[in-house]
T-cell receptor, first 112, second 111 residues
Framework: DQQVKQNSPSLSVQEGRISILNCDYT??????FLWYKKYPAEGPTFLIS???IKDKNEDGRFTVFLNKSAKHLSLHIVPSQPGDSAVYFC???????????WGAGTKLIIKP | DVKVTQSSRYLVKRTGEKVFLECVQD?????MFWYRQDPGLGLRLIYF???????EKGDIPEGYSVSREKKERFSLILESASTNQTSMYLC??????????FGQGTRLTVV
């Protein structure tokens, strides 16, 4: 039973436009959410996080939105750049758990 | 600059061999993790450790064991490698309830 779901295996976006990556979760105990980016043959790198006390967090071109009632979060990248082409993972954790629970990832392709 | 270092980028081992994957972090983190990543399956947790000599099973511990004798080092052991353990192995470390930092990954092929 997947507690964190990324339903789009891949997404293709034109350079300069907005990329929106989505993530849904089922466990209402999750209170901290993170996005990671992964290039082939490298480990994931942390991008941005959000606590459940917020509904938005922004860092440069990256913004994460959290909708607790819908159990949904999204990552917006604007403007999209070729270097953003990677696999993006969302992850979640709760106060009672040391672990991060991961989604399956979305492969983002930025077209020139 | 934070650093998680995995001992090998690429490994090729034979079926039945005992395989050791080493991971070292220099951030004094309590938590350390071993994941494997397979296409379409995301990151699956094999084992994690929240303190020296402590270990907890993750989602897929079968066929693996771990060792954490020192805070900075977390080893993953494949007791008898099999072809279905061919994968990308990722080590990570974190403070409690914060983002995890990953090593560069080890691509293991079992033939």
């Amino acid at each position: 039973d997947q507690q964190v779901k990324q339903n789009s295996p891949s997404l293709s976006v034109q350079e300069g436009r907005i990329s929106i990556l989505n993530c849904d979760y089922t466990n209402s105990m999750f209170d901290y959410f993170l996005w990671y980016k992964k290039y082939p043959a490298e480990g994931p790198t942390f991008l941005i996080s959000i606590s459940s006390i917020k509904d938005k967090n922004e860092d440069g071109r990256f913004t994460v939105f959290l909708n607790k009632s819908a159990k949904h979060l999204s990552l917006h990248i604007v403007p999209s750049q070729p270097g953003d082409s990677a696999v993006y993972f969302c992850a979640a954790s709760s106060d009672s758990n040391y672990q991060l629970i991961w989604g399956a990832g979305t492969k983002l392709i930025i077209k020139p | 600059d934070v650093k998680v270092t995995q001992s090998s980028r690429y490994l090729v081992k034979r079926t039945g061999e005992k395989v050791f994957l080493e991971c070292v972090q220099d951030m004094d983190h309590e938590n350390m993790f071993w994941y494997r990543q397979d296409p379409g399956l995301g990151l699956r947790l094999i084992y994690f450790s929240y303190d020296v000599k402590m270990k907890e099973k993750g989602d897929i511990p079968e066929g693996y064991s771990v060792s954490r004798e020192k805070k900075e080092r977390f080893s993953l052991i494949l007791e008898s490698a099999s072809t279905n353990q061919t994968s990308m192995y990722l080590c990570a470390s974190s403070l409690v309830r914060s983002e995890a930092f990953f090593g560069q990954g080890t691509r293991l092929t079992v033939v």
